[in-house]
């Protein structure tokens, strides 16, 4: 074998090994559950965009993940990349069905609290939610980004991708801001583990809010997503929409689960969709 081919073998980087599916479908794919299909690629350009084409002839709780993407997208059309098998790059397609479409913008927010939750308790790190799709930790005191969610219609639902860092390690990190699960401290960096974990709490929490007809407040959403998140009491700049920009401090996230800024003029401010950058002040550092 070649050192060429060497790069390309799923098992050229023992601690890094290949997702086993087989394990995952008999883990996660329940008769009376959510997650109907599980299927894993080697590689591939956006797990969110691959769904998305197929959104037409798909059910709901179908699962894709990638060991490695190359054109993985966040916010605003940024791209999102890592080394093969250092992370978890998936994404789910759900159809809220009877619940009003004003309330699936809860969907990215509610992803985040499962997010976390699930990290909790599958990798033992504390993870902050960033308004609207970031996931952070901490390390030695600096709030750094280890995570991210992005929502898209498609077809008659949403494509929820999530992307997460679990073993980068510090020379890897795509930029300063950056961390993953492992420099964090987690337990344990076991992918299964952790897309197990994750799944799960997606599932008990989507149950939660469709039962509530998309209702945050009733489905404890909101309470759990204010609970975990990082951005409020925090003195913010959001760049919106046609390149204006408000700075003020994010006190709440209302019903709609849009973050309310109080501006400098006395006024609350609600923000449906823009770029947060946290100021510095309350845990400190620019993020």
């Given at each position: 074998?070649?050192?060429?081919?060497?790069?390309?073998?799923?098992?050229?980087?023992l601690d890094r090994p290949p997702l086993n599916v087989p394990a995952l479908r008999r883990g996660l794919l329940r008769p009376d559950g959510l997650w109907s299909t599980l299927d894993v690629?080697?590689?591939?350009?956006?797990?969110?965009?691959?769904?998305?084409?197929?959104?037409?002839?798909?059910?709901?709780?179908?699962?894709?993940?990638?060991?490695?993407?190359?054109?993985?997208?966040?916010?605003?059309?940024?791209?999102?990349?890592?080394?093969?098998?250092?992370?978890?790059?998936?994404?789910?397609?759900?159809?809220?069905?009877?619940?009003?479409?004003?309330?699936?913008?809860?969907?990215?927010?509610?992803?985040?609290?499962?997010?976390?939750?699930?990290?909790?308790?599958?990798?033992?790190?504390?993870?902050?939610?960033?308004?609207?799709?970031?996931?952070?930790?901490?390390?030695?005191?600096?709030?750094?980004?280890?995570?991210?969610?992005?929502?898209?219609?498609?077809?008659?639902?949403?494509?929820?991708?999530?992307?997460?860092?679990?073993?980068?390690?510090?020379?890897?990190?795509?930029?300063?801001?950056?961390?993953?699960?492992?420099?964090?401290?987690?337990?344990?960096?076991?992918?299964?583990?952790?897309?197990?974990?994750?799944?799960?709490?997606?599932?008990?929490?989507?149950?939660?809010?469709?039962?509530?007809?998309?209702?945050?407040?009733?489905?404890?959403?909101?309470?759990?997503?204010?609970?975990?998140?990082?951005?409020?009491?925090?003195?913010?700049?959001?760049?919106?929409?046609?390149?204006?920009?408000?700075?003020?401090?994010?006190?709440?996230?209302?019903?709609?689960?849009?973050?309310?800024?109080?501006?400098?003029?006395?006024?609350?401010?609600?923000?449906?969709?823009?770029?947060?950058?946290?100021?510095?002040?309350?845990?400190?550092?620019?993020?």
């Amino acid at each position: 074998m070649t050192p060429s081919d060497a790069s390309h073998n799923r098992w050229s980087d023992l601690d890094r090994p290949p997702l086993n599916v087989p394990a995952l479908r008999r883990g996660l794919l329940r008769p009376d559950g959510l997650w109907s299909t599980l299927d894993v690629v080697d590689t591939t350009g956006s797990t969110n965009s691959d769904l998305a084409g197929r959104a037409a002839g798909l059910t709901e709780g179908a699962v894709l993940v990638a060991e490695e993407q190359t054109a993985g997208r966040g916010r605003l059309d940024r791209t999102w990349t890592a080394p093969a098998r250092s992370g978890l790059f998936f994404s789910v397609y759900l159809t809220p069905g009877a619940v009003p479409v004003q309330r699936w913008g809860w969907l990215p927010l509610l992803t985040g609290v499962a997010v976390a939750a699930g990290l909790a308790r599958s990798a033992g790190v504390d993870t902050a939610l960033k308004w609207p799709n970031d996931v952070l930790v901490t390390i030695e005191g600096e709030e750094r980004k280890t995570g991210g969610i992005l929502a898209e219609r498609a077809g008659d639902g949403v494509v929820i991708g999530i992307g997460l860092n679990v073993s980068l390690r510090a020379d890897e990190l795509p930029a300063p801001t950056a961390a993953s699960l492992a420099l964090a401290g987690a337990v344990s960096t076991d992918r299964e583990t952790l897309l197990r974990g994750v799944l799960r709490s997606l599932e008990q929490w989507y149950g939660k809010w469709r039962a509530a007809d998309g209702d945050a407040a009733a489905s404890g959403l909101q309470e759990a997503y204010v609970a975990g998140c990082a951005t409020l009491g925090r003195t913010v700049r959001a760049q919106l929409p046609g390149d204006r920009t408000l700075t003020g401090e994010a006190v709440a996230i209302d019903g709609d689960g849009r973050l309310v800024l109080s501006t400098g003029d006395g006024l609350q401010e609600p923000v449906s969709a823009g770029d947060i950058v946290h100021l510095r002040g309350a845990a400190g550092g620019l993020t």
